[in-house]
């Protein structure tokens, strides 16, 4: 599943207020570095930023997915692996075991279980 690309409300709020004092001036000086200039250089350095966020948060996507293939892969090729093992050696071999795979006579036999029925009280 894919991750939500992140947005931003107050980037989107700023753009606006940005767009509305250029209309006041384009040099609009308000004092202690409170200029339209600066303003929108902050505006342009924080959409830079959210867009190279959003640029990594695909990349990881890709490699997760990625990632999530090559291990199915992997757990394809082990299952046949033991597989061709059992197949050359027998399922219950030493060979079978060394590959990880368990020996048909060390498998645990399930034991049945007998149903013990009450009677009822007169």
Do not use: C, W
């Not at 902050?42 to 695909?58: E, G, R």
């Amino acid at each position: 599943m894919a991750r939500p690309k992140r947005k931003s409300t107050v980037l989107e709020k700023a753009s606006k207020r940005l767009a509305g004092m250029e209309t006041i001036s384009l040099t609009l000086d308000l004092g202690n570095g409170l200029t339209v200039p600066a303003y929108n250089a902050k505006v342009i350095a924080i959409t830079s930023k959210l867009d190279a966020y959003n640029q990594l948060i695909s990349g990881v996507d890709a490699s997760s997915t990625e990632l999530k293939q090559n291990e199915k892969e992997l757990r394809d090729m082990s299952q046949r692996m033991l597989e061709a093992v059992g197949s050359a050696f027998g399922h219950d071999s030493i060979e079978y075991e060394k590959a990880g795979g368990v020996r048909t006579s060390n498998r645990k036999k399930t034991k049945k279980k007998t149903k013990v029925t009450t009677k009822p009280a007169a």
